[in-house]
Antibody, heavy 117, light 108 residues
Framework: QVQPVQSGAEVKKPGSSVKVSCKAS????????ISWVRQAPGQGLEWMGR????????SYAQKFQGRLTITADESTTTAYMELSSLRSEDTAIYYC??????????WGQGTLVTVSS | SSVLSQSPSVSVAPGQTARITCGGH??????VHWYQQRPGQAPLLVVY???DRPSGIPERFSGSKSSTTAALTISRVEAGDEADYYC???????????FGSGTKVTVL
């Protein structure tokens, strides 16, 4: 399994948006789902949403409806997670992961997003 | 949606056995997966489909499940097993994924 590679750390102002990328293998893009999971400092894992790239099917956790946009570019086998209206509570490490039969593996290395004025 | 409960911490001496439990509504009817997260690292799948191990995961890691509780057992614990462990299920009623609150395993 090839680990997805995520974009680098970001520092954002409250109220702005952040877009994190996740480059996955062609195998992942053609056969599986990609999910996004975040982890606030010292906290547990929280599922945010997923995309099935080959179908373009997307679903979001209710908590993030209206603020989260997940997309995928098949030409570059890259998935994106964009979170808007950022607030301090969105400070977290954001992970992408391949999902197969409802389990997550492999995971990207994580992207730290810091929201601070 | 589902809520998965885990005890916050477990302490175990090297060579002994650690058992981490995961409880939740109707967990017996759900398929449970387990992840290890060492400090500063991304999570790693250690058990899937209740009791199967991915390639490369030592046999010391095993999963089980009853009608009310899922468990991850680590036999012959080593210092390198010190990490946070999370259970996870797919909740069909909300079509969403749910993670447990996590258990910190400390090797004495």
């Amino acid at each position: 399994q090839v680990q997805p590679v995520q974009s680098g750390a970001e520092v954002k102002k409250p109220g702005s948006s952040v877009k994190v990328s996740c480059k996955a293998s062609e195998d992942t893009f053609s056969k599986y789902t990609i999910s996004w999971v975040r982890q606030a400092p010292g906290q547990g894992l929280e599922w945010m949403g997923r995309i099935i790239p080959v179908f373009g099917t997307i679903s979001y956790a209710q908590k993030f409806q209206g603020r989260l946009t997940i997309t995928a570019d098949e030409s570059t086998t890259t998935a994106y997670m964009e979170l808007s209206s950022l607030r301090s509570e969105d400070t977290a490490i954001y992970y992408c992961a391949r999902v197969r039969n409802n389990w997550f593996a492999p995971w990207g290395q994580g992207t730290l997003v810091t929201v601070s004025s | 949606s589902s809520v998965l409960s885990q005890s916050p911490s477990v302490s175990v001496a090297p060579g002994q056995t650690a058992r981490i439990t995961c409880g939740g509504h109707d967990i017996g009817s759900k398929t449970v997966h387990w992840y290890q997260q060492r400090p500063g690292q991304a999570p790693l799948l250690v058990v899937y489909d209740d009791s199967d191990r991915p390639s490369g995961i030592p046999e010391r890691f095993s999963g089980s499940k009853s009608s009310t509780t899922a468990a991850l057992t680590i036999s012959r614990v080593e210092a390198g097993d010190e990490a946070d462990y999370y259970c996870q299920v797919w909740d069909s009623s909300s079509d969403s994924y749910v993670f447990g609150s996590g258990t910190k395993v400390t090797v004495l």
